[in-house]
C-alpha cells in the first residue's frame, strides 16, 4: 500500500496543488491537513472559524503553520461567490438564497474549488454522502459528455493494484451509465500506473446467458468503444472469464482480454460493493476509495468512520486527480 501513495506523492510533488477541508473542526481532519501542509506536499485549506480552528489545533498540538484557514463569515471575497454561485444555478438560487447556503461548509468549500481557489475538495468525516456530493454535482458537474459521477475502489495487495467500479454512486446503472464509468475508471486507473484492460462484468460469458441484464453490459460494451476507440475492453464476462487466463481460453478464446483484465465493471451497485467487500474481507486486499470520478474538477467523500490517514491518503489521491 505503501508504495501505491509514494508513487501518487511522487506525482503531485512540486505541482503546488490545493486541497480544501470543510470539516475543520474534525481532529482527524487537523491531523491529517497538518501533516500534509508540513511535509509540503500539497496546500492544505481547513474550513472552519479561525479561533476554534486553532484552539482545536493547539488541544492536539498539531501544527497549522502551512495551512491556511477560512471562516465563511469573514471571507472577503465572500460577495463575489455569491454572485458566482447565483450565475452557477441559473435561476435556481437568489443572492438571499446563496448567502444562506453558502455559509455551509461544504457548498463553501466546492464554491472554492469552482472559483479556482482550490484544486480539489475532500469531506466526509463528519458528515454524508449526500452532503459532499449534492453541492458539487450542483456547483462542479460532471464532464461534458458525462451524465453521472461514480465512485470506484482501488484494490491493493502487495504489488497488485485494479480498479472495482461503480461500487459507491449509481444503483441500477443502465447501458449508457456503464459505458461511462468503464471509460472514466480507465483514466482514473491511469492515475495509479494501472495500464487498462477493461472487463464488462455479468452472470455470462460471451453469450452464455441471455437476459435484459446480460444485454445492457453487451450494449455497455459497444457504447464505451465508440466513446474511446483506444479503450482495451471486452465483455460480457463472468469474473473468472476476465480474470483467470485458462478460464478465458475456455470460455472466450477470441477475447480481446484474456484472464488478465486490471479493471472491472460491475453491472450494477450491489454487485460491486458486495464484490469489493469480499475482495477486502476474504481476499486481504485493501479498498482505497471510493474515489468520485466524472467531475469536471475533483471532490472526493470519506468514510464518517475514517481516520486521520485515511484523510491524508484521499487529499494525496485528489490532489493527482487534478493533475
Known amino acids: 500500500m505503501s508504495n501505491l501513495f509514494d508513487e501518487v506523492k511522487s506525482q503531485i510533488n512540486g505541482k503546488n496543488k490545493s486541497i480544501v477541508f470543510p470539516e475543520g473542526l474534525d481532529e482527524r481532519v487537523l491531523t491529517a491537513a497538518s501533516k500534509l501542509g508540513t511535509e509540503g506536499v500539497l496546500n492544505p ?18 501544527d497549522l503553520s502551512a495551512t491556511t484557514v477560512l471562516d465563511p463569515n469573514s471571507y472577503e471575497k465572500f460577495d463575489d461567490m455569491v454572485q458566482a454561485f447565483v450565475e452557477r444555478r441559473k435561476g435556481k438560487a437568489t443572492e438571499e438564497d446563496a448567502r444562506k447556503m453558502l455559509v455551509d461548509e461544504n457548498y463553501f468549500g466546492t464554491m472554492l474549488v469552482y472559483m479556482n481557489e482550490a484544486d480539489g ?47 459507491a454512486i449509481n444503483i441500477t446503472p443502465d447501458s449508457n451509465d456503464l459505458a ?25 460469458t460471451k453469450g452464455s446467458a441471455k437476459s435484459p441484464e446480460t444485454e445492457k453490459v453487451v450494449e455497455a460494451l459497444q457504447i464505451a468503444k465508440e466513446k474511446d476507440p483506444s479503450l482495451v475492453i471486452d465483455g460480457e ?49 485493501e479498498a482505497v476509495g471510493p474515489i468520485l470520478q466524472g467531475l469536471n474538477k475533483p471532490v472526493n467523500d470519506l468514510s464518517r468512520g475514517c481516520s486521520a490517514e485515511d484523510v491524508y491518503n484521499l487529499a494525496l489521491i485528489t490532489a493527482a486527480q487534478a493533475l
Do not use: W
Open 121 to 167: 475538495l475532500v469531506s466526509g468525516a463528519a458528515h454524508s454522502t449526500a452532503d459532499t456530493v449534492r453541492p458539487a454535482l450542483q456547483i462542479i458537474k460532471t464532464k461534458e459528455g458525462v451524465k453521472k459521477t461514480s465512485g470506484v475502489f482501488i484494490m491493493v495487495r502487495g504489488d497488485e493494484k485494479y480498479v472495482f467500479a461503480d461500487c
Open 45 to 62: 485549506i481547513v474550513i472552519g472559524d479561525k479561533d476554534a480552528v486553532q484552539q482545536k489545533a493547539s488541544e492536539l498540538n498539531v
Open 180 to 204: 461511462e464509468i468503464a471509460v472514466e475508471s480507465a483514466v482514473t486507473a491511469k492515475l495509479f500506473g494501472v495500464d487498462p484492460k477493461v472487463a464488462m462484468l455479468s452472470f455470462s
Open 237 to 285: 464476462f463472468q469474473f473468472d472469464a476476465a480474470f483467470v487466463p485458462s478460464v478465458a481460453a475456455k470460455k472466450a478464446p477470441d477475447a480481446v482480454i484474456q484472464g488478465d483484465a486490471n479493471v472491472f465493471v460491475f453491472p450494477s451497485l450491489e454487485a460491486g460493493n458486495i464484490g469489493y467487500k469480499i475482495a477486502q474481507r476474504l481476499g486481504g486486499f
